[in-house]
């Protein structure tokens, strides 16, 4: 299986879009690696910069409520996969987006704003970043030489699409 | 206990349930667009399964940026053409039969009540008004829908809105959709359907219930769902009237997907129209709503009259009734695309077309082209659009643009006036 974690992108923002992520322009490419430097182009945040090094460098999103919201465009998920990040954690999302990370094999993890909070404690810090265990249902954040694990849950199916790598296979197999 | 129209339609769809709280579903149509279908066409065939599991089940229109704008969109056209011809898909509509997804499959008769519909686009959820379980899809879920017919989803559980009242003048269901998700927020109706009922949808022709059941996602919605009744029956009679001995036996049939009357809800929403005005957004998500007359006076560049939302028939006669004998504001500049082929026809022979082009509108051929940014009317870096389109994402009909959202009428007012402007002063 995938592994999951290192640097930390924060986005501290609630209802961040599709159209932010990848712009529907960039639509018409026809692989998911000619996404790759598009990612996150139109979205506007403090101290955030798209093309930036801790944009290129992060492994794990992290963000706030209703993540992915807007377009079914898988794009968004892929922009991510291509750019090395393949696991995004939030307060909630919106179907669309969670479903298609789960379906590429990828993690969407909706954590409690308490812990979200002490997580978003870290985004300051050079070092911050994550692991998360997929099977064990924990992830430890660590950075500024603390460390602290929060547990978390994802449906049994979104766990079993992690574990078979999609759902093409796995449903090409079952039906 | 009774159900909810969704926990019938999931029953009787049921494929199994691989693990506790998910659905997997058998599927009555998958429909296809030339933006999100060949990146999962060039993934079966990179796996060897290039096949599809019915050719009249799985239906394909290029509709997003048509004709094509470039190599890129020409590229993913000739993807999807070349697909459809190679597996025989029997509804295919190519440039000059094509038009806008959500509007020209539900013309063309596709979806029934009862039905589960998906689409690698967000807004599959307009087919609800048919009472149908119709929810977007990425390329992963059409992928699999191509291959073998089916769908995971988590059961949803479901909001009841009871709309009642009469619209008032200048009031349409644009107006009465942006009101609900501005009460609910984007994320309101979250992995939640939105089942529509009461006096004001029973009143709503089949083009306003789709209007209607189009927004559900901006609310974050699974699906809309609207209550099969005789409007649906008198909307679907030409290409039903072979299966039913009448439109009665018809009806009988169809409202067996009515929800039944002890249903369990999630939550139940009222909704009072008789004080509602017409609505606007004013910022950058479908729930930042005002009124028209808290709205009026903001400045505009572009009028856009189109969209899965409100590009149908319906839509272009109040547009073209408060336009008529009126011109384009100088300031502005006004564009029209007509759903679909059909509404095109329509509208030309109904005298509709010569109304806006005499207003100063160009008139687009059917397709989403500009709600997304893509082609036929792109804003430019702070340019302002008044819009009948769904979505007011920062830059979503270009990069730097703004959207306000609301009805053809208040977009049609606007128009004339060169900015936000009220549409019942010309009713």
């Given amino acids: 299986m995938k592994t999951f974690g290192g640097p930390v992108l924060f986005l501290d923002r609630s209802d961040i879009n599709t159209d932010e992520i990848i712009p529907a322009k960039y639509l018409t490419e026809i692989t998911k690696e000619d996404l790759k430097p598009y990612i996150l182009e139109d979205l506007k945040l403090p101290g955030f910069d798209p093309k930036g090094e801790k944009t290129r460098n992060a492994r794990v999103v992290v963000s706030r409520a209703n993540f992915g919201c807007g377009s079914s465009r898988e794009h968004a998920p892929w922009v991510f996969e291509v750019n090395g990040i393949t696991a995004v954690i939030a307060e909630s ?4 987006f969670r479903q298609n990370m789960f379906n ?6 909706e954590l409690p704003v308490a812990d979200l909070d002490q997580i978003f404690a870290h985004s300051g810090e050079a070092d911050a970043a994550m692991s998360i265990d997929i099977e064990a249902g924990v992830l430890t954040m660590s950075g500024g030489g603390k460390q602290k694990t929060f547990s978390f849950e994802i449906s049994p199916f979104d766990k079993a699409l992690v574990l078979a790598g999609g759902w093409v296979d796995f449903a090409d197999q079952k039906y | 206990m009774g159900k909810t129209t969704a926990e019938k339609i999931f029953d009787a769809h049921l494929v199994n349930e691989p693990f506790p709280g998910t659905k997997v579903l058998r599927l009555d149509a998958v429909l296809c667009h030339e933006i999100t279908t060949p990146i999962a066409i060039d993934d079966l065939i990179r796996r060897g399964k290039d096949r599809i599991f019915d050719t009249t089940k799985i239906k394909a229109v290029i509709d997003h940026v048509t004709p094509s704008k470039d190599t890129k ?3 993913q056209a000739k993807i999807l053409r070349d697909w459809a011809r190679r597996h025989d898909i029997k509804d295919f509509f190519d440039v000059g039969a094509n038009g806008v997804c959500h509007a020209l499959f539900p013309e063309r008769g596709f979806i029934r009540p009862g039905y589960t519909v998906i689409m690698g686009d967000s807004h599959t959820c307009t ?3 048919f009472g149908a379980f119709a929810a977007g899809v990425g390329t992963t879920d059409l992928e699999v829908g191509i291959l073998k017919g089916v769908c995971a989803f988590r059961q949803p559980k479901t909001i009841k809105f009871n709309v009642n009242g009469t619209l008032p003048k200048g009031v349409y269901a644009k107006d009465v959709i942006l009101h609900i998700i501005g009460k ?5 109706a979250t992995d939640r359907v939105m089942e529509f009922h009461g006096s004001t949808i029973d009143d709503m022709s089949m083009e306003s219930r789709m209007t209607l059941c189009n927004m559900a996602i901006e609310a974050g919605g699974t699906s809309g769902i609207c209550q099969p009744d005789m409007t649906t029956v008198e909307y679907l009679w030409p290409f039903i009237k072979d299966d039913f001995a009448g439109r009665e036996a018809a009806l009988a049939d169809y409202s067996e997907w009515r929800a039944d009357a002890d249903a369990e809800y999630d939550q139940t929403i009222e909704i009072d129209v008789a004080t ?3 609505t606007v957004t004013f910022g950058y998500k479908p729930d930042q709503v005002k009124t028209v007359t808290e709205m009026a006076g903001a400045p505009l560049d572009q009028i856009y009259i189109g969209s899965c939302t409100n590009g149908r028939i319906e839509d272009l006669r109040i547009a073209a009734q408060i336009l008529k004998g009126h011109k384009l504001a100088p300031n502005v500049r006004g564009i029209l695309s007509p759903a679909t ?3 095109f026809k329509s509208a030309a022979k109904e005298g509709l077309i010569d109304i806006f082009m005499e207003a100063g509108f160009c008139v687009t051929n059917p397709t989403c082209g500009a709600c997304l940014g893509m082609s036929n009317g792109v804003l430019a870096n702070d340019e302002v659009c008044a819009s009948t389109t769904n979505r007011n994402f920062m830059g979503r009909m270009g990069k730097g ?6 009805s053809p009428a208040t977009a049609a007012a606007s128009a004339i006036e060169g900015k936000i402007a009220d549409p019942r002063k010309y009713l």
């Fill in chain 2, 341 to 343: 082929p059909a509404i």
């Fill in chain 2, 401 to 406: 643009g703004m959207v306000h959202l609301m």
């Fill in chain 2, 73 to 75: 969109t020409a590229t």
């Fill in chain 2, 127 to 129: 087919h609800g008004a």
């Fill in chain 1, 93 to 96: 999302f919106a179907r669309i």
């Fill in chain 2, 276 to 278: 509602l005005q017409p």
């Fill in chain 1, 104 to 109: 590429c094999g990828m993690a969407a993890i």
């Fill in chain 2, 184 to 188: 609910i927020g984007v994320n309101g």
